[in-house]
């Protein structure tokens, strides 16, 4: 039973155009998502979180927005750079919960230069 | 600051064989989590421990694997008698805290292949 779900496995954006990651989730318990980053042979780098109060939190060139009614969240990263290639992974926990990560199956971002 | 520290970072073991994967977490975390990444899948949770105690083995198959988080010295996840299906990514993570709203920080993992 996969509760976070990533449904792209991959995806190509130019340069400077904004790269938009989407993340699903079934369990209403979740109330703390993150996205993290990762290159090959490297453990995943933390990017940005959202808890469930919030509908939006931004850093920099990445954005994540959270539809609770939805139960879907989404990265945006713009403008989006050739450094920005790699895998990203959606993930989800419960604040009240142990501090377990459920983790999506990533999508593979490419951004071509 | 030294970030999480895995070794080694790559593990090769024979079938029956144990193999044995290290982690110290960050500086002042006492949390550690360890996940386990097949080829072309996410990161599935294994075992939440703190310093001396197993607070979540959920994620842990039933045989053959334990962890272990002493009052001195690095976590260590123990697979005996590996077999071929043992062959991934296993990443060690740690956290300042064990409640659900703060990041983790992740190692660069330890690449088991068994032969």
């Known amino acids: 039973d996969q509760q976070v779900k990533q449904n792209s496995p991959s995806l190509s954006v130019q340069e400077g155009r904004i790269s938009i990651l989407n993340c699903d989730y079934t369990n209403s318990m979740f109330d703390y998502f993150l996205w993290y980053k990762k290159y090959p042979a490297e453990g995943p780098t933390f990017l940005i979180s959202?808890?469930?109060?919030?509908d939006k939190n931004e850093d920099g060139r990445f954005t994540v927005f959270l539809n609770k009614s939805a139960k879907h969240l989404s990265l945006h990263i713009v403008p989006s750079q050739p450094g920005d290639s790699a895998v990203y992974f959606c993930?989800?926990?419960?604040?009240?919960?142990?501090?377990?990560?459920?983790f999506g199956t990533g999508t593979r971002l490419k951004v071509l230069a | 600051n030294a970030g999480v520290m895995q070794n080694p970072r790559h593990l090769v073991r024979r079938r029956g064989q144990e193999a044995r994967l290290r982690c110290s977490p960050m500086k002042g975390h006492s949390h550690v989590y360890w996940y386990r990444q097949l080829p072309e899948e996410g990161l599935k949770f294994m075992v939440y421990l703190q310093k001396e105690n197993i607070i979540d083995e959920s994620g842990m198959p039933k045989e053959r694997f334990s962890a272990e988080f002493p009052k001195e010295g690095p976590s260590i996840l123990r697979i005996q008698q590996v077999v071929r299906g043992d062959s991934a990514a296993y990443f060690c993570?740690?956290?300042?805290?064990?409640?659900?709203?703060?990041?983790?920080?992740f190692g660069q993992g330890t690449r088991l292949t068994v032969v």
């Open positions: 959202i808890s469930s109060i919030k």
């Open positions: 993930a989800a926990s419960e604040i009240s919960g142990t501090y377990k990560y459920i």
């Open positions: 993570a740690s956290s300042l805290s064990g409640t659900g709203n703060t990041e983790a920080f």
